[in-house]
């Protein structure tokens, strides 16, 4: 009985709720339902309509009217805080740094260079330094999946947007090719094989990596007061799928090439790619080391809720965890990167600080544009030294080990194979000051040795001369002291004492002061 009770009011509670039904089949002119451009459904008073045909109350067919809504587009905003941040308008000094940077091409040449061919470092670590990379402007490089918003935010840096010049932007994967913005008195459009054939530029060594390569990039010289001081580097979006390996050329290696040379490194995701695969995995593994030069942005910020994202925020970070084995997370910009106004309701305040913030990153990276190419040469020189030493110690332990009665390949076999048996790498700690974080993997040296035979290597003791001097003392003599000395000059403001080439030479023939002119 109370179920029955219970059922009657349920059904009376249903049909006291339940609307009258409509004839969805009349029209009234001054009442039309629309789909505006985001594909909402609206009610827009007083709106001619198409010709589409409707059944009035007789039932005859009526021709009528419905007015398509225009989409609506989002005004540009203003755009000077870019200008003020940069610091556009100020004259550029890069002719005041011609001088310090061709010292440090001869400091190169002088004392690196020579290690690197006696040894053949760059066999090891292809990694061959030109005059071009030594003098070059800062690297900007932008790393990330397909349609994430790289293209879109190198338009709006450089003011691309409605030019004809602009990248190619859009919601498929539409860049295809490395594309190398930089500096230059007209527009033009520079192919692949001319920039690698170009020894005043700094792509030169791009050439290796074969023709399949170099149709895919292309450079393009436009008159900007940003590129005066930058190079910006866009790269093809990462898809994780099969065809990614069908690339034509070594797409990993060209990135690491990018990566190692790289000031800045923008890897740019949106909230609806946060997803981590194969290759961006790999992409993560290429970035070791490059911690402090990383910038996560997490793009079209504006086009979720604020609750929304903040759960977006997390996952990125859930997600790259554990591809970032460092103490301290890089910096996350949260904005958008877009010429467009931001969405009214959403956090506008918050993404112009995020904006302002990455372009006083981008700034500071301008600024210190002479101390890091100088700690970029001191970092390397160090490479090349501990390269040496150990190529020294391999050379040096297998000549004690042999005998008359010996084979030289089973000798060096079992050196190669058991390094830590002979401390070829703790005897390096044990008589350097050399961190055991720069040694290099002992693997490697396998292939190295595979390709070199030890015997086409000297000692280092052996590796000097009377008038030149000896290979180590020159390359340890301006890693202590010449680079060190040059940067503090820089540091302090003050121009460097040209006396210093009396130290390492800088490959000029010496005067005599006491021949008459």
């Known amino acids: 009985m109370k179920g029955l009770v219970s059922f009657s009011i349920f059904l009376s509670l249903l049909i006291f709720v339940t609307p009258e039904p409509q004839d969805f089949t009349k029209a009234n002119s001054e009442d039309v339902v629309t789909v505006t451009g985001n594909g909402a459904l609206t009610s827009n008073p007083g709106v001619d309509v198409n010709e589409e045909e409707l059944v009035n109350d007789e039932g005859d067919e ?35 740094y011609s001088g310090v940077l061709q010292r440090l091409r001869k400091i190169y040449h002088n004392a690196i260079r020579p ?20 003098v070059s402007k800062p690297m900007i490089l932008f790393l990330g999946p397909w349609s994430v918003g790289k293209s879109t935010m190198v338009n709006y840096l450089l003011g691309l947007d409605e030019n004809i010049y602009q990248l190619y932007t859009g919601a498929e994967p539409t860049t295809s090719e490395f594309t190398v913005l930089m500096h230059g008195n007209k527009v033009r459009t520079v192919e692949g094989i001319v ?6 530029r700094s792509f030169s ?7 399949n390569f170099l149709e895919k990039l292309v450079g393009i010289e436009l008159p900007h007061r940003l590129l005066e001081r930058v190079t910006v580097v866009d790269t093809p979006g990462i898809i994780e799928n099969r065809k990614q390996q069908e690339r034509g050329y070594p797409f990993n290696d060209v990135c690491q090439w990018f990566i190692d040379r790289a000031d800045l490194i923008f890897v740019v995701f949106d909230p609806t790619k946060l997803d981590v695969g194969l290759e961006l995995e790999m992409l993560f593994r290429q970035l070791k080391g490059r911690e402090s030069q990383i910038r996560i942005i997490l793009n079209k910020a504006d086009n979720i809720a604020t609750q929304e994202l903040m759960r977006v925020y997390g996952a990125l970070f859930w997600s790259l965890a554990p591809l970032i084995n460092v103490t301290e997370p890089p910096r996350v910009y949260v904005s958008s990167f877009w010429p467009y106004e931001y969405q009214y309701d959403t956090n506008q305040n918050l993404f112009l600080k995020e904006e302002v913030s990455l372009l006083e990153d981008l700034n500071q990276v301008i600024e210190n544009r002479l101390e890091n190419k100088i700690a970029f040469i001191r970092q390397h020189a160090i490479r090349v030294r501990i390269h040496a030493l150990l190529v020294d110690r391999y050379l040096q332990t297998f000549k004690d080990k042999m005998t008359f009665f010996s084979d030289p390949e089973l000798v060096f076999n079992e050196i190669l194979d058991e390094p830590d048996k002979f401390y070829i790498f703790k005897s390096i700690l044990a008589k350097t000051n050399v961190s ?18 030890i015997n086409s290597f000297k000692l280092l003791s052996a590796q000097c001369s009377y008038m030149g001097g000896c290979l180590l003392e020159k390359i340890e003599r ?3 002291h010449e680079l060190p000395g040059l940067l503090g000059a820089i540091s302090a403001g003050k121009n460097p004492p040209l006396s210093s080439c009396d130290i390492t030479g800088c490959g000029e023939t010496p005067k005599n002061r006491y021949r008459k002119p």
């Open 62 to 96: 009526v021709e009528v009217e419905v007015e398509e809504e225009p989409q609506l587009q989002l005004p540009f905003r203003d755009r000077s805080h870019i200008e003020k941040t940069l610091r556009l308008d100020e004259k550029t000094t890069s002719d005041d």
């Open 115 to 134: 290690m690197e061919q006696a040894y053949k470092y760059n066999e090891l670590r292809q990694h061959e330094i030109t005059d071009g990379e030594i």
């Open 195 to 200: 920039m690698a054939a170009d020894s005043a």
């Open 205 to 211: 060594p791009l050439e290796k990596f074969g023709q």
């Open 436 to 453: 055991k974080f720069d040694l290099p993997n002992p693997s490697i040296y396998k292939d190295f040795f595979g390709i070199n035979p």
């Open 478 to 480: 301006i890693i202590a």
